[in-house]
């Protein structure tokens, strides 16, 4: 009988805190609209409010097992992306997009590590590492607030396709960066490829999901099994990924452009859409009960440089990509202010990174990591409402105004 009690109560503490997450996001996206904000910025906000560093009114354990949430988010966010990988597309986009990742990542890297050797004295060792995992760009936060004011065009379909890349970028520059400074004291050449490998292992289940998937996906299938079929292989994958410590982002990626390519079936993107809203809510507002404030204080003036130093960095290299590839000046003059987050895979490389530094070193990496990642989740969306609206991407009166297009 107690056992019983017991688990009907954490059943009602997980119910019950499900429905103040989604509660809160919407109330406070209410007020970041009427200041003109995107959505993304609200929930974030209303996770730091609610969460265990603020008004605690959700319990810390169950914030640290709701981990889960981002891999699902990441997982239906992803596959979504895959429809802007259309073959047609990327023959007309491949080359520039590749190049204007190569310029954004690297020479952001490339004022990162110049900066903390040069201006803040620190060894080649840290400052070769932040600068590798500086090049990484959070992709959510962007493609949600794309998605919030129905962006449309060559713009939106550039930058998809650069945030995409980011991390695969990111993860061979780490690797790299990690070959050069490693002494065989701290960490093995396994552990080195070990993620490169592995991610190349999930693009095999992306492409063999999306090969499998458009041979079930049948226009005689009813839309309840098309959306059963498709949540059941994202929720696979993403299991798959959790299995080996490995974001999902790559392979749902993968899985959804295979998807499109081989059935041009728009339709099953916008049923997922219809049915992803509250999956994003709690995976924003969760991540902000994650954010602690007072580590935005911990990182100091060395904080505020690497946080200023990366923007300049990815906003110079967009822009000196497009001018070289000849894109127009809407593109070239605001995809820069678009590429600001950052979380999710530079965290996990920083936990990396930390253990081969020295002890203090390693702490003070991974606190500028955490600590800018808070203050890049707060703005990036911001930035990126900005960027789509003076890009052209967004069209109408209301959308501007951050009510979204009516339907």
Known sequence: MGNNLYQLNYTAIILSSLSIILLAGFLLTRVTKAVKLPNVTGYILAGVLIGPYVLKLIPRELVENMVFISDIA???????????????????????????????????????????????????????????????????????????????????????????LDDAVCLIVFSIAIAIINTGANISIGEITQPIILNMGTLAIGLL??????????????????????????????????????????????????YINMTKDKGLYKQIDRFTPPILSIFFVVSGMNLDLTSLSASGVMGVSYFFTRIVGKYLGAYIGCVIMKMPKNIRSYLGLAL???????????????????????????????????????????????????????????????EGPKP
């Not at 069209?395 to 951050?402: A, C, I, L, M």
Request: glycine letters at 10%; hydrophobic letters at 50%; charged letters at 10%.
């Open 74 to 164: 990441l997982a239906f966010i992803a596959f979504g992306v895959g429809r802007f990988f259309k073959r047609e597309i990327f023959q007309q986009t491949g080359l520039g997009v590749i190049t204007i990742t190569l310029l954004e990542s690297l020479l952001a890297g490339l004022l990162i590590a110049l900066s903390m050797h040069y201006v803040f004295h620190l060894d080649w060792d840290f400052s070769l590492l932040l600068g590798a995992i500086s090049t990484a760009t959070a992709p959510v936060s962007t493609i949600v607030t794309i998605r919030q004011y129905h962006a449309r065009g060559d713009f939106v379909n550039i930058l998809l396709q650069v945030v995409a």
């Open 209 to 258: 999901s999306g090969l499998i998937l458009s041979k079930l996906v049948t226009p005689t299938r009813s839309e309840d099994n098309r959306l059963i079929l498709t949540v059941s292989f994202l929720l696979g994958i993403a299991g798959l990924c959790a299995a080996i410590d490995i974001s999902p982002l790559l392979s749902c990626m993968l899985f959804g452009t295979i």
């Open 340 to 402: 600001i987050p950052q979380a999710g895979v530079s965290i996990g490389l920083a936990f990396l990174g930390k253990r081969v530094l020295p002890h203090d070193t390693g702490t003070i990496l991974l606190t500028i990591i955490l600590s800018s990642s808070v203050l890049y989740e707060l703005t990036g969306p911001a930035c990126a409402k900005l960027a789509l609206i003076y890009s052209g991407s967004v069209k109408g009166k209301e959308t501007v105004r951050g």
